[in-house]
């Protein structure tokens, strides 16, 4: 067993959070640069992976380091846990690497007892106090470190407050409070048989207990497999001394941001409550009053807060989210850390934090993670709709987006309805974290009571959500499952829309408009453009997505699948006249119609492109997709194209086939029909030629699909190159263009050396290469890799994220192998994986030049690749082709 387990405050600093958690780490900073930090020590994460190694004991060495701490605290503090003059009384807290907000347990006012008590009454002269302290104490104890509901200690709390009439907590006495704990401490003996413990060390051991098996409850695991953080941290434990924000009108406890979370605007921002403890506050129990209250209520604590808030920001370089106590006029940081804030926000905090010198360029493409930007790519409501709506009610903004759905009321019900295909909005008085799964499944949240940094609104913001808390006229009856608000009732499965950027909550649905990028959106994007050299291209099919894709930023096209030409309504019948012809003669016929449509389509690509890259993919799907399947379908097909049904269904007939995904598609297509890419090459090249004679720059890159041995490539290449050549000399006009190939067969990978040989390029088709690598078909996995997930044999599912380790070596082969034979081949990926941040980070390892993905992905591609750049894991020799 390694050394040190436990550390005083005094002792750590802000780079230590792998050993002392992110709390941990920071408490010990603030307390180096002399803030007022209640102090107390930290627990170490070894020390719970150690407990957990140990079969859940903590071990009799690290017990004794506990002691010396607690000593050491004790002498400090000048005061003595348990005792009955001025007893210590402490917090134990989680406190993970990565923070993860209300997912693991705390418990306060440790030290209470019967003896203790009385301690504190006679040092606080305020026995109400004393007597609130020690009930909040055995609830809180009760449930977390004994499994205790709570719901048992709210009824009695509930009852003493309506038998008196009264409404507040606040507003019962010191008899109350009295006759409450002796009711709790029954709870405690009825439910476990012993009396609630006494001797404060047992206490605070079970606690510390209780805080390491909190890593591993359900709703921590299921945040940490959202948040793609590692089962095998572990938390530290924070013990701390504490003070009261419920002494009195001169306490209180709030959270603020050093800028708005939810805008970015640089404003202290934040809620506190008077007389209240911190849970108060986070829990949603009494709706807080918000910070600009405090200027006035405490004006020389607002001065205060504001500079240690703004000392902490320059400090950390970073917006941050602090915890504060007011004790009887004096202000304590019980915690700072990096605050969450929404897509948005970051983008605006890092663009002004740049300005204002706090932070470089690099640090602030580093600080927005890619996937965040798809919330600021989500669209609103339209204008005009959400002018006509109904508005039901108003609440607090509490994370911003738009979202219409079904009211559902528990989070099971959320799960299920959206599992079912139904968009879901989670309506709850509050939320707590055991509705994780249900917020996760909704699109958005409605909340009766809590305030902006309720459970809801951090929750929300940090997922992305839109979340309207604190809507107090609305009356959620969770068990009739229904909303009542005036004369009105809202029925679970009937619809609301809700705007979490202003609070409003619409009857029905309300139908989205595309979203506008604002200014700091494009300044960070220019910052990100700057600093990336991989290339992001876009997946498009016609010039109206071409044009669209530019918009978002895209340098080209990576992807034409030139069959979504072929769906065209007009063009679809020639297609089925050119696959049904039993001749050569008949096919050549109906491909010769539908030349000039193909021609017209690249023609306006290259015209939208004006010489920026284009890879024009040819035919690539089995043919029988072009065909009906149903009997009428057939019969009128039939009698279009003047043939009899039963040749026609004979002709389906003898097209299709068992597998169709590996069976005659791609260039196996052009290896039986080579008048198909012929016509396509010709297309290509006269749709070129058009667009050249009229001024435009034109540098198509043809792509043959599905390749797996190189004489399909060398037979295609010859075909493709004297068809476009002859058009060119008979046009009199020269261009360069180059003919490449999709690896996306395993067998391709492994023979790049030679497919090289054939190629000008190389274009990962990564749909394929994993469907082909895995074995699993695209279209069937589904129905099983959600297990596999559940059952963690794979933790991603590898259509949406790159199976690094396996399809990754495929794709690391092919690109060795590749630039064995030409060193500067250029190489790129085009399958669904070239929008996803990680994937876009492993090909910039692999050194390819570009990735191409849909152009709602651009910004997101292009960040992921800035950052991978600037993390220096790249080889990028030979990027910018
Ligand atoms: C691929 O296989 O990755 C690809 C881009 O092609 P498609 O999805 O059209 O098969
Ligand atoms: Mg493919």
Redesign the pocket.
Known sequence: MRGKFVYPFSEGHKDMKSLLGGKGANLAEMTAIGLPVPQGFTITTEACNDYYDNGELIRPEILQEIDQALIFLEKEQGKCLGSDQDPLLVSVRSGAVFSMPGMMDTILNLGLNDKSVQGLIAVTQNDRFAYDSYRRFIQMFADVAIGISKDKFDAVLEKAKEAKGIKEDTELSSQDLQEIVTAYKNIYLEETGEVFPQNPKEQLVLAIEAVFKSWNNPRAKVYRRLNDISQTLGTAVNIQAMVFGNMGENSGTGVAFTRNPSTGENKLFGEYLINAQGEDVVAGIRTPQSIERLKADMPNIYQELLKTTQLLEKHYHDMQDVEFTIEKGKLFMLQTRNGKRTAKAAIKIAVDQVREGLISKKDAIMRIKPSQLEQVLHPTFAPDDVQRAECLTTGLPASPGAASGQVYFHAADAVREAKAGKEVILVRQETSPEDIEGMVSAKGIITARGGMTSHAAVVARGMGKPCVAGCSQLLVDEVRKEIRIDQATIKEGEFLSIDGGTGAVYIGSVPMAATNLDSDFRTFMSWVDEEGDMKVRSNADNARDARKALEFGAEGIG?C?TEHMFFDEERIQLVREMIVADKLETREKALAKLLPHQQGDFYELFKALDGKSCTIRLL?PPLHEFLPQDTPSITKLAHQLGLGTHLLEKRICDLSEFNPMLGHRGCRLAITYPEIYKMQARAIAKGAIQAIQEGYHVAPEIMV?LVSVVDELRILRQLITETVDQELEEAGISMTYRIGT?I?IPRACVTADEIAQEADFFSF?????TQMGFGFSRDDAGKFLGEYSEKGILDKDPFQVLDQKGIGRLLEMAVKLGRQTKHDLKMGI??EHGGEAATVSFCYQQGLNYVSCSPFRIPIAKLAAAQAKISQVGNSSSRNQ
């Open positions: 992807l699948r690539d699909p999709m996306e088709g990564t749909n394929d290469l085009c399958g």
